[in-house]
């Protein structure tokens, strides 16, 4: 986008660069990484995820037995998450958990902790809300980390295609999770939120790794102070 005020980082689909691809980044990933694997939180949330449709399927059974109201049917979009949750191939850098159980799976948040570049060994918090209409509509996604990036504000919120203008109903949790740690990966000063932040990236490599350093140790960074997250 041409705007100053708000513009969004693209990760490059198609024919353009497959590796900056989230969905090619992961297929990558799996072939390429042997050490990718879900992560334990992940096996914990999947056993959850089983537990509560068994328990879903025996309220409903008694409810109809008993002569009780009949139970509210899943939306579209609750049923597609389920899909997508028993489907995510994560790193075992990223973890997906539900504060609110099984009462409220349709937000969701998800830690990613980089293993390599500017911010190797921080941990970043985001929070998904999914729409019942999902998935034609996108997750929303806020940082709930406040950090020192280019493609993420100080309010949370999250420079990405995918989110935005490119979302197709074809994309998923998993696909956006990839996307998130491609921000990481590789930050790109092209498309800001942090426009400060970007400059500094891209006149100043040095300066701007000093600053992620700083930032992540918990101190300011200019007139932003950042809690530590690492």
Not at 23 to 41: I, Y
Not at 68 to 74: D, E, R
Not at 107 to 135: A, C, H, K, W
Not at 139 to 150: A, G, I, N, S
Request: proline fraction near 7%; aromatic fraction near 10%; glycine fraction near 6%.
């Amino acid at each position: 986008m041409n705007s100053a005020k708000t513009s969004w980082m693209r990760i490059e689909t198609g024919e353009e660069k497959k590796a900056k691809n989230p969905v090619a980044m992961a297929e990558h990933r799996k072939e390429k990484t042997p050490s990718f694997s879900l992560s334990s939180d992940f096996h914990r949330t999947g056993a959850m995820i089983r537990l509560f449709k068994v328990k879903e399927k025996q309220r409903e059974l008694a409810e109809n037995a008993n002569g009780g109201a009949p139970v509210k049917k899943q939306s579209p979009g609750e049923l597609r998450l389920h899909k997508d949750i028993s489907e995510l191939n994560l790193p075992k850098s990223c973890a997906i958990t539900f504060p609110n159980g099984k009462d409220n799976l349709m937000n969701f948040e998800v830690s990613i902790r980089p293993d390599e570049g500017y911010y190797f060994g921080g941990t970043f918090l985001f929070s998904f809300q999914v729409s019942p209409i999902y998935p034609h509509e996108a997750p929303k996604v806020k940082c709930k980390t406040k950090v020192y990036h280019p493609n993420i504000d100080l309010e949370g919120n999250v420079c990405l295609n995918i989110l935005r203008e490119d979302w197709k109903p074809v994309l998923n949790i998993n696909t956006v999770i990839y996307g998130l740690y491609h921000l990481f990966t590789e930050p790109n000063y092209e498309d800001p939120l942090n426009h400060e932040a970007a400059a500094v990236l891209r006149d100043n490599p040095k300066m701007f790794e000093s600053n992620v350093r700083r930032a992540m140790s918990g101190g300011y960074v200019g007139q932003n102070f950042f809690a530590r997250c690492i």
